[in-house]
């Protein structure tokens, strides 16, 4: 399995609201998806934010979408 297409999966799903059940079949099963996520939006060491709000963060920063604290995208 392939880290990659597991945190486009996230994106795919925080992008859409879709249902983890919903995601397209050639993403990894929704339960990989969803136990990534989980672990992904655990506080870091030392720190109030996760590895997905840094990421999303930085990917806010590198292009034109914007992500709020709830991980909701704005044009």
Do not use: C
């Not at 249902?19 to 109030?48: G, I």
């Amino acid at each position: 399995m392939d880290l990659f297409d597991v945190f486009n999966a996230v994106l795919y799903e925080l992008r859409t609201g879709a249902q983890w059940r919903q995601l397209p079949h050639d993403f990894p099963k929704w339960q990989t998806v969803y136990t990534y996520f989980a672990m992904w939006s655990k506080p870091l060491a030392n720190s109030e934010y996760s590895l997905i709000d840094l990421l999303l963060k930085k990917l806010s920063l590198e292009s034109d979408y914007e992500w709020d604290d709830r991980y909701e995208r704005r044009s």
